[in-house]
């Protein structure tokens, strides 16, 4: 059996971190995640999907990610329930994270890093281009430019 989810989507709000009573963080989110098609007035529409993260993660997320930020999610599906002050069973789907990657670099005056993170606060290596580039520059920094890229580069 598989449960995995993977999801690209922006944040509707800043990110809530709470922490339970054995001092464990956990920080919720929306991401709104757009459909691939558009409905009958041509408009796009988007899925609201809630998101938890728990432990380190939870913390960075909460200090890096803001409103509005591009944000990939990975992880597992999970439906709970429980019981509402009217006695009402209440059903709640959402994804438990597994790794959240910050995918656009965010405003100027504000941390424009991508840490990276994954369960277990272990960071994750960033692309590392060899060759000219080198570093950790951003490979997509010529967005809409030609390319050049000789025949020794291509794997095939």
Excluded: C
């Excluded at 963080?25 to 998101?51: C, G, M």
């Excluded at 993170?117 to 490979?139: C, E, K, V």
């Amino acid at each position: 059996m598989l449960n995995r989810v993977i999801l690209i989507g922006r944040l509707t709000k800043d990110p809530e971190l709470r922490y339970t009573p054995a001092g464990v963080a956990v920080t919720q989110f929306t991401l709104a995640v757009d459909r691939p098609f558009s409905n009958q007035q041509r408009e796009r529409e988007a899925d609201f999907i809630p998101v938890v993260v728990w432990r380190q993660q939870a913390e960075h997320v909460a200090n890096y990610l803001r409103k509005g930020r591009l944000a990939a999610v990975e992880g597992r599906m999970q439906v709970r329930n429980y019981d509402n002050n009217e006695g009402r069973r209440v059903y709640v789907t959402e994804v438990v994270a597994d790794n959240v990657r910050f995918l656009d670099r965010g405003d100027a005056g504000g941390n424009s890093e991508d840490p990276g993170f994954s369960q277990g606060g272990q960071q994750q290596q960033r692309y590392s281009g060899g060759g000219a580039r080198g570093g950790n520059q951003d490979p997509f920094v010529d967005d809409g430019k030609p390319i050049d890229i000789s025949d020794d580069d291509l794997p095939f």
